[in-house]
């Protein structure tokens, strides 16, 4: 079963292209990643297929649904971890994952969340008072609450150290190992060998 279908994608900002005639497909259940430094345009494809950038020209399907016009249904089945987000500092771990888990219609248990994020001792700490390694741990859990099919990881384990960035990849292994679909973007050539089943170059060719 597949995932994720691009045909001849291209999305251009002006007289910029960002991304140029790209084609590929994501399998169901399997960790791709895209490799590639910054600029390559890995941040535009994922935004084109969360369906917050519409395609300049080119076919996307995610969840044999079109991202642009897709409503709530398809949103609760995809997770996402963004390259920065703007939490609220002064809330705590488990009021964090509470307020996103009341968006979806089947989230799993908090208690859940925290052990498959490694962060069950810190419940009750804000964020603010968390590293920058147990913030995007967080970030992770945040995506993974409704349960979904689909998961978007956008460059998750930048500015980590490495001690931070392998604890993240064990909560990734630990998704894929229960099925869920990972497209991931990164810089880190160890870290797209380590989780990913399928590497893609930043031209997104095989």
Do not use: C
């Not at 969840?63 to 920065?84: E, F």
């Not at 609220?88 to 908090?110: H, N, S």
Request: aromatic residues 6%.
């Amino acid at each position: 079963m597949t995932a994720i279908i691009v045909k001849d994608l291209v999305k251009r900002f002006g007289g910029f292209t960002a991304v140029e005639n790209v084609s590929f497909e994501v399998a169901s259940g399997q960790v791709t990643a895209v490799l590639g430094p910054n600029g390559a345009g890995k941040t535009t494809t994922i935004e084109i297929l969360e369906g917050f950038q519409a395609p300049t020209a080119g076919t996307v399907r995610v969840l044999d649904a079109d991202p642009r016009t897709a409503g709530r249904a398809w949103r609760a089945r995809i997770g996402l971890v963004l390259q920065t987000t703007s939490l609220d500092a002064q809330l705590t771990v488990t009021e964090a994952l509470t307020m996103f888990g009341a968006l979806y219609p089947q989230p799993r248990r908090i208690a859940e969340i925290l052990e498959l994020i490694d962060l069950a001792s810190d419940a009750r700490t804000r964020i603010g008072a968390l590293s920058g390694g147990q913030r995007r741990r967080v970030d992770l859990g945040l995506a993974i609450i409704g349960q979904p099919e689909m998961l978007f990881l956008d460059e998750p384990t930048t500015g980590l150290d490495p001690e931070a960035r392998r604890r993240l990849w064990s909560v990734i292994e630990n998704l894929t190992a229960a099925g869920t679909t990972v497209l991931l973007t990164t810089h880190y050539l160890d870290e797209a060998q380590y989780l990913a089943h399928r590497v893609m170059g930043a031209a997104l060719l095989e």
